[in-house]
């Protein structure tokens, strides 16, 4: 079950021997051994499309073509590998429960229950991992993950085919949130960008508070498709409006910081303005590895982990 058996088991296995994060133009690879020397390349096209429901890799011999000059595998030996995969093609849900079963077959099917109505896909024949975030009497809080089991079987297929063993995917902005000193105290936001998606999570002291993930060119923020780039600044304001209201509203207290990850050129200026509009200090996500962006972030947050 490598699709990230429980959340958590991610940071608690021994360290894989190669590291990657796909994007839809990239593919990335680097080494817990030799952190510093991770590499990426950009792919001449698009490669994939992120869905939850439809087939991803629309080209997938780009990235079999650029995996071997990001991180050749070790000759004959099916060496493990951890992957970073687009937020898009995942779907992730804080769930609350009154009472949740001590056994793992009977919480999986109550998280499945619960998710039934809100996935595009057959949650019965899904991946599921989930962590516990919380406990108190009578709420047990959960972060649940799924993906459909096609999807993630044409990310694992990929990396077989190059001779890895993959034992841990995980979704970017997950393993993003490493760079973003989570215990933190403070309620904070990381605003990650990746094409035309958006993440959006709030977290404090290790505990993800909410998560959405959204394509903006699907107008699933306002309802209308997106015709026109000049647009898209406006429904990034749109989304921080909403998710600092959702903070104040159902959370009681308002986010000190806010974390910008895969805006490029564009972080002071998407930085400047949610300062000047909402009044919260702004910082790009950074690792101590290179500069985090679209194509690598993910990708550092498990050298962050997994790096002696």
Same mark, same amino acid.
């Given at each position: 079950?490598?699709?990230?058996?429980?959340?958590?088991?991610?940071?608690?296995?021994?360290?894989?021997?190669?590291?990657?994060?796909?994007?839809?133009?990239?593919?990335?690879?680097?080494?817990?051994?030799?952190?510093?020397?991770?590499?990426?390349?950009?792919?001449?096209?698009?490669?994939?499309?992120?869905?939850?429901?439809?087939?991803?890799?629309?080209?997938?011999?780009?990235?079999?073509?650029?995996?071997?000059?990001?991180?050749?595998?070790?000759?004959?030996?099916?060496?493990?590998?951890?992957?970073?995969?687009?937020?898009?093609?995942?779907?992730?849900?804080?769930?609350?429960?009154?009472?949740?079963?001590?056994?793992?077959?009977?919480?999986?099917?109550?998280?499945?229950?619960?998710?039934?109505?809100?996935?595009?896909?057959?949650?019965?024949?899904?991946?599921?991992?989930?962590?516990?975030?919380?406990?108190?009497?009578?709420?047990?809080?959960?972060?649940?993950?799924?993906?459909?089991?096609?999807? /993630?079987? &044409?990310? $694992?297929?990929?990396? *077989?085919? !190059?001779?890895? @063993?993959?034992?841990?995917?995980?979704? +970017?902005?997950?393993?993003?949130?490493?760079?973003?000193?989570?215990?933190?105290?403070?309620?904070?936001?990381?605003?990650?960008?990746?094409?035309?998606?958006?993440?959006?999570?709030?977290?404090?002291?290790?505990?993800?508070?909410?998560?959405?993930?959204?394509?903006?060119?699907?107008?699933?923020?306002?309802?209308?498709?997106?015709?026109?780039?000049?647009?898209?600044?406006?429904?990034?304001?749109?989304?921080?409006?909403?998710?600092?209201?959702?903070?104040?509203?159902?959370?009681?207290?308002?986010?000190?910081?806010?974390?910008?990850?895969?805006?490029?050129?564009?972080?002071?200026?998407?930085?400047? /303005?949610? &300062?000047? $509009?909402?009044?919260? *200090?702004? !910082?790009?996500? @950074?690792?101590?590895?290179?500069?985090? +962006?679209?194509?690598?972030?993910?990708?550092?947050?498990?050298?962050?982990?997994?790096?002696?």
């Amino acid at each position: 079950m490598p699709f990230i058996d429980k959340v958590q088991r991610w940071v608690a296995d021994p360290p894989p021997d190669h590291l990657f994060e796909i994007t839809e133009r990239s593919i990335a690879g680097g080494t817990p051994r030799m952190p510093a020397h991770h590499k990426s390349e950009a792919l001449a096209e698009r490669g994939l499309t992120a869905s939850p429901s439809a087939p991803n890799l629309l080209k997938p011999y780009l990235y079999r073509n650029a995996l071997p000059r990001v991180s050749p595998a070790n000759g004959a030996k099916r060496s493990k590998a951890a992957l970073v995969i687009p937020d898009y093609a995942v779907r992730m849900a804080l769930l609350d429960f009154e009472e949740f079963p001590a056994g793992e077959a009977e919480r999986a099917a109550l998280i499945r229950f619960r998710l039934r109505k809100s996935v595009p896909f057959h949650i019965d024949e899904a991946q599921l991992s989930y962590s516990i975030q919380r406990e108190e009497p009578k709420r047990v809080e959960v972060l649940a993950v799924s993906i459909a089991r096609p999807i /993630l079987d &044409e990310y $694992e297929t990929l990396f *077989a085919e !190059a001779g890895y @063993r993959v034992g841990v995917v995980v979704p +970017s902005c997950l393993s993003t949130l490493r760079l973003c000193d989570p215990a933190q105290t403070s309620l904070s936001l990381l605003v990650k960008a990746a094409g035309s998606a958006i993440s959006a999570v709030l977290f404090e002291q290790g505990r993800v508070r909410l998560v959405r993930c959204l394509d903006l060119s699907r107008g699933e923020l306002t309802g209308e498709e997106v015709e026109e780039e000049r647009q898209e600044g406006d429904l990034i304001l749109a989304l921080l409006q909403q998710t600092l209201a959702y903070a104040e509203d159902q959370l009681g207290r308002a986010v000190t910081r806010l974390l910008l990850c895969g805006f490029g050129p564009d972080t002071e200026q998407v930085g400047q /303005l949610a &300062e000047r $509009e909402f009044g919260v *200090a702004y !910082a790009a996500v @950074r690792s101590k590895y290179g500069a985090a +962006s679209q194509e690598n972030a993910g990708l550092l947050g498990l050298l962050d982990r997994y790096a002696a």
